[in-house]
């Protein structure tokens, strides 16, 4: 039997929410709903969604709290934050502490749903990597990072390092064409599969928390380098940063 996508849509609008619920479900999906920060750990805890919405301002605990604790413990779960167009910081904030991409308020349910379905899709694909047979390798070593791309397994000093799905997907991409500088709006258009203008908050919150994550020096990266006017690219360290 195929495989229903699990919606998890967290909001305490109820009007919102069951608006939300409604359009999921009639476009084919399972769709579990809450309507608190407090409600929506116990309902990943019952079952573990393909894709959680997550309203910032919830009571009990804020959406930016239920971010990060799932995030700790759900490294794989897509999380797409709910966001009031005006608040700015808590978007920037909901991509630090772990959200994949977000959706500010008022949004149209057609582009909520096209945002759900690309974050399937890089589901999918990342279910696809992960059954291909052994045989298929594909191995990016670079410094003292290790990337085995069907296994979806990264060290850094032969260390095991948890990347998200995107962090993951978006390190693949740029690791493959070394030196090769890409706007913001292309990595979207690659990486999230979205064209969205706007969202250059995105792509750059997702390269802070992957330069934390493989970079010996975070503020002095070897590996994903800033093309000032650009967007980013990704190069080999020098030999002194080997060192």
Known sequence: ????????????????????????????????????????????AEKTPDVILLDIM???????????????????????????????????????VGADDYVTKPFGLSELVARVRSA???????????????????????????VDVPKRVVTVDQKPIVLTVLEFDLLVFLSRQLDQPFTRLQLLDHVWDIQYEGYDRTVDSHVQRLRAKIERDPANPDFIKTVWGVGYKFQSPSNDAQK
């Not at 009990?60 to 910081?89: F, K, N, Q, W």
């Open 1 to 44: 039997m195929a495989h229903i996508p699990d919606i998890l849509v967290v909001e305490d609008d109820t009007e919102l929410r069951d608006l939300v619920e409604r359009r999921l479900r009639d476009t084919g999906y399972e769709v579990r709903t809450a309507a608190t920060g407090t409600e929506a750990l116990t309902r990943v």
């Open 58 to 96: 919830l009571p009990e605990l804020d959406g930016l709290e239920v971010c990060r604790r799932l995030r700790a413990t759900h490294p794989l779960l897509y999380i797409i934050m709910l966001t009031a167009r005006s608040e700015e910081m808590d978007r920037v904030v909901g991509l630090e």
């Open 120 to 146: 399937l899709r890089r589901l999918r694909l990342t279910e696809e990597q992960g059954e291909q047979p052994t045989e298929q390798k594909e191995i990016i070593e670079v410094g003292h990072l290790y």
